[in-house]
């Protein structure tokens, strides 16, 4: 499809389902592959990003199967650390298979999201996070080599909350030896589900959603199955089309997620109402001027 033509000024009305979170499930998927044993994934989104994440998950060796929304991971099949360039720089979040195979196998190889380029990187802090742990890495022709027998707990301090090195740094964290503490972790609803997944799995991370992460190592995972948490972004967009043309209700939200946004729309003169896993909004009779700032988790998005 090249083109979308879209004929405005129409007043919106009605509910939607929202679908699962992208963000979510990428990691999920990359966690299921540091066990063995089948692991099913629910409420995951058919998109271009997600069917990208399965044919690199092919390709190290899991085995895949994905309709209506159910998505099964084997990972008793996974047998190679090397994620290839021609789909790594099609999707940056393919970098999130880097900590679950150095943790698996000891090696792995994995593309730069960027290739080859000189300067800082925007995977600098997952990598600064694997050195902390004991991994020798190494750049060569554009790919990311790590190598650690078996990574060691530490102390990790991230200079920013990075969502997509704390998802890393606690995957590869959660069969090291000893304890890894994260300090300024990220604490989207997103990581959160990861390091519960973790856990579901096996592993011991405690602190989840605080900006403090305390990962007591443990020998091996093993696969569980899990359904991911609806897409806030989505939600925000489909609440800013029935902000400015009509009414709108979402379903299968979790309205705590999206708190900032709420109160944003309700400071410029929306009605919002929620219940436990919907959120109605009308548009404002008439929009106020607000000032907003953007920020991380649970800032404004």
């Known amino acids: 499809m ?23 499930v ?35 060796g899991a085995t ?16 190679n650390p090397e ?3 021609d789909l790594v720089k099609t999707m940056r979040a393919s970098f999130y298979v880097l900590g679950p195979l150095l943790a698996r196998f000891g090696v792995v190889k994995v593309s730069l999201p960027g290739g080859c380029a000189w300067g800082p990187r925007p995977v600098d802090f997952h990598l600064k996070g694997l050195e902390k742990l004991g991994a020798k890495i190494t750049l060569e022709s554009g790919y990311i080599i790590a190598e650690a027998k078996r990574l060691q707990g530490t102390k990790i301090n991230f200079e920013f909350p990075s969502v997509g090195a704390t998802g890393n740094i606690a995957m590869a964290a959660a069969t090291a030896e000893g304890t890894t503490i994260i300090e300024n972790a990220a604490r989207e609803p997103e990581i959160v589900q990861l390091c519960e997944y973790l856990n579901t799995m096996g592993a011991c991370i405690r602190g989840i959603g605080t900006t403090r992460l ?46 900032s946004v709420i109160l944003n729309f309700k400071e410029v003169g929306c009605n919002v109402s929620t219940t436990s896993n919907s959120v109605t909004i009308a548009q404002a009779d008439k929009i106020q001027p607000v000032d907003m700032t953007t920020a991380v988790y649970p ?3």
């Open 26 to 60: 990428l990691p999920i998927m990359t966690a299921a592959l540091m066990a063995e044993g089948r692991s099913v994934v629910t409420r995951v989104p058919d998109l271009r990003d997600t069917r990208t994440m399965i044919r690199l998950m092919e390709i190290v």
């Open 83 to 85: 994620a290839p360039y």
């Open 2 to 24: 090249d083109k979308i033509f879209i004929e405005g000024q129409q007043t919106l009305s009605g509910s939607v389902q929202i679908s699962g979170a992208k963000n979510a």
């Open 299 to 301: 800032g404004f998005p």
């Open 214 to 259: 305390t990962i007591d190592g443990v020998e091996t995972l093993h696969s569980a199955d899990i359904d991911v948490i609806p897409d806030r972004i989505e939600a925000g967009t489909f609440l800013a089309a029935g902000a400015l043309l009509g009414e709108i209700t979402l379903n299968g939200v979790i309205p705590e997620h999206l708190d």
């Open 64 to 79: 895949c199967s994905f309709e209506n929304g159910k998505l099964s991971i084997d990972g008793s099949t996974v047998n």
